[in-house]
């Protein structure tokens, strides 16, 4: 099955942690996201990677980190600067420069206790 | 702020019914795309609009995109209860980097059987 997957589905985490969500797609896609979705909110994109060794800041980058080390995974830190982390966080995939369709992973949703 | 802004924030009908969701923004765009949600999961595509169109279809969806007054509108037809979602407009921006989505808060639709 070709898709995007993302791990843990759930994930509770102390004030103070850091934690780190998984993103692996097999699309061969080059480009890659991170949004940050909550409740009755639409999303808002963290940080995106074009390519592999590279990646851009997006709206609410502050308190986040990534990497993209390989074309088929890009892993998203949530530091404990980031003040107000409890959200649904969602990874999406895209095939090149010149594509418009993103596709989206299931999801994982992070509560911070 | 928000580039697409969907209304109404909520709907209920009842099955058979049509469902039409609203969609603003407020700068040029390259495409204006339009996503579903399932409670708790990742994003799925529905279907895409070049600006230089006017209205698509796709199966039971109809799109409409007027650029003079920068809104977009999603028709589904004979409405379903596997209908039921979450509807998100997401505007296409130019970016040095590729197209930059911009999503809406969404559309929570209700199909009651």
Redesign the interface.
Known sequence: DGG?TQSPKYLFRKEGQNVTLSCEQNLNHD?MYW?RQDP??????IY?S?IVNDF?KGDIAEGYSVSREKKESFPLTVTSAQKNPTA?Y?C?S?QG??A????????T?LTVL | SQQGEEDPQALSIQEGENATMNCSYKTSINNLQWYRQNSGRGLVHLILIRSNEREKHSGRLRVTLDTSKKSSSLLITASRAADTASYFCAVALRMEYGNKLVFGAGTILRVKS
């Open positions: 995007i480009a949004y009755g909110q639409g999303l808002r994109l995106y074009q851009q649904f969602l999406a895209r420069a010149k418009d369709t993103q596709y989206f992973g299931p999801g949703r």
